[in-house]
């Protein structure tokens, strides 16, 4: 089952209210049914990158690489497996 989408109006509406003390992060998350940690992720996101969250333009580089990285780690446990294996 594919999760929600949510506009990025949305996203900056949910942080906002946390971040100016109007709501806390409980009481979002039962009256749009969301979980803590996505409104944590939200927040760490505007944090991060400001007036650009939430967009997809101008995404780092940093996160490419990561991934990079990720498949690279992977492949070599495959291959690790595989040398097992035979």
């Known amino acids: 089952m594919p999760g929600r ?3 990025r109006e949305f ?3 949910i942080v906002n209210q946390v971040n100016e003390g109007q709501k806390t992060t409980a ?3 039962r009256e749009h049914a969301l979980s803590p940690s ?12 400001g007036a650009a969250a939430f967009t997809d333009q101008a995404k780092p580089n940093q ?3 990561q991934r990079i990285a990720e498949l690279e780690r992977f492949c070599g ?3 690790l497996e ?3 294996l035979k």
Do not use: P
């Open 11 to 13: 996203k900056l509406d």
């Open 82 to 84: 595989n040398t097992i």
């Open 38 to 49: 996505l409104i944590h992720r939200w927040r760490k996101e505007v944090e991060a990158r």
């Open 77 to 79: 446990q495959l291959s």
């Open 27 to 29: 009481q979002l998350c």
């Open 5 to 7: 989408t949510h506009s």
């Open 63 to 65: 996160s490419l690489e």
